[in-house]
């Protein structure tokens, strides 16, 4: 059974960094390709990055050009660098292994780790 630990989060002002990190047990790591979600309050959990196993990157429109995922396969550990950070970005991140199903959505592989709390101040 795989196992996510996210973390990095923390407060920081509008404009800062963050860098979040996710290590995943589990020998099958560098097989799957890896996302991070984000779920603000009273709000439904939603993709913001995704990267294959073979490194090619894919971003919501919210967070591209701001956002960076990147993945370490021999600590199975992915990342995600956070720059200009905006209010809006605040919400707890998780990460995730994913697959596109034969309806064409992405669906997620294991059970979600407690992930990492990352708050925005203005």
């Known amino acids: 059974q795989v196992q996510l630990v996210e973390s990095g989060g923390g407060l920081v002002l509008a404009g800062g960094s963050l860098r979040l990190s996710c290590a995943a047990s589990g020998s099958i790591f560098s097989i799957n390709a890896m996302g991070w979600y984000r779920q603000a309050p009273g709000k439904q959990r939603e993709l913001v990055a995704a990267?294959?196993?073979?490194?090619?990157?894919n971003y919501a429109d919210s967070v591209k050009g701001r956002f960076t995922i990147s993945r370490d396969n021999a600590k199975n550990t992915v990342y995600l660098q956070m720059n200009s950070l905006k209010p809006e970005d605040t919400a707890v991140y998780y990460c995730?292994?994913?697959?596109?199903?034969?309806?064409?959505?992405?669906?997620?592989?294991?059970?979600w780790g407690q992930g990492t709390l990352v708050t925005i101040s203005s």
């Open positions: 990267i294959t196993s073979g490194g090619s990157t």
């Open positions: 995730n292994a994913v697959e596109r199903g034969e309806d064409g959505r992405v669906h997620t592989l294991h059970a």
